[in-house]
């Protein structure tokens, strides 16, 4: 398998993804999302393979974000498009993959990149990692799940402080939120999520895959809850606020929203 903007290594029944645009934090363009669901599903074929990771490359970022730089100037059409792609290619697809799947959150998640993180069914973090959904600051919402996983995984209240605040959390408050499993050093995250893969490979993958799909059916009542998303990060792209908090990034300077 060979790829522009991920690494894909396989290591006794452990794949490993690493997303590599290091000098974009490894924001995920179009082809980044689309490499991730050709690498995931040859991965998922693959009888070798019982356990993925996903992580970012360098030592700043797991991944932070969607690429602004590519939707800044979309309409209320493609912005839907966006989410309801994105949303079937790479992060619902990751969710109800038959095989775990485990985030390393190597760094910043913010955004997309906190959103993959939860659509992975755990994480662990390093020391350093921040994390944040902060769509609003921008003038959108998160459109790749982020409304419904993150009061699914920390609770409404501080999902909505979180959402609304388009503030970062440290991993050390991630971890109290319930949000991601374990903190370890930037050394040790990838030898601790080696190890948890170890123990999930002695167990059944067949029972594995049916408990993946056990738990998920459990919040199945939130299938309207994405579509509503979709909806509504679309609608966003119509708003001036929109044009302004993506343009004010992109010239790399505070936004001044005009409250339409
Ligand atoms: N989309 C596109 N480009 C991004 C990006 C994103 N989500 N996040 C970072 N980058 C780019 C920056 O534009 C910059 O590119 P340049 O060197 O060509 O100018 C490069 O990655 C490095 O980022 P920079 O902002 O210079 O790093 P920093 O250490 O000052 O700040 C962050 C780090 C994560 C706080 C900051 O990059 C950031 O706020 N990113 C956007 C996060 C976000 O809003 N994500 C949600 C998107 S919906």
Do not use: W
Request: charged fraction near 20%.
């Amino acid at each position: 398998m060979s790829y522009e903007t991920i690494l894909v290594t396989i290591e006794e029944s452990v794949a490993t993804i690493t997303i590599n645009r290091p000098k974009k934090l490894n924001a995920l363009n179009r082809e980044t999302i689309q490499e991730l669901h050709e690498a995931i599903s040859e991965l998922e074929e693959d009888a070798d393979v019982k356990v993925l990771i996903i992580t970012g490359s360098g030592e700043k970022a797991f991944v932070a974000g969607a690429d602004i730089s590519e939707f800044a100037d979309f309409s209320v059409k493609k912005g839907k498009k966006l989410a309801a792609k994105g949303q079937e290619l790479l992060f619902d697809f990751v969710e109800n993959l038959s095989k775990p799947v485990i985030a390393a959150v190597n760094g910043f998640a913010l955004g997309g990149g906190l959103e993959l993180a939860m659509a992975c069914h755990l994480r662990v973090a390093s020391d350093n990692a921040k994390m944040g959904l902060p769509e609003v600051s921008l003038g959108v919402i998160p459109g790749y799940g982020g409304t419904q996983r993150l009061p699914q995984l920390v609770g409404k209240g501080r999902a909505m402080e979180m959402i609304m605040t388009a503030g970062m959390i440290s991993a050390e408050q991630a971890k109290n939120y319930g949000l991601i499993n374990h903190v370890v050093t930037q050394e040790e995250l990838l030898p601790l999520c080696h190890k948890i893969a170890e123990k999930i490979c002695n167990n059944s993958s067949v029972a594995i895959s049916h408990a993946i799909k056990a738990v998920n059916a459990g919040f199945m009542n939130t299938v309207n809850g994405y579509e509503q998303e979709i909806e509504a990060f679309g609608a966003c792209f119509g708003t001036d606020d929109f044009a302004e908090g993506t343009s004010a990034f992109l010239e790399k300077r505070k936004a001044d929203f005009p409250g339409s």
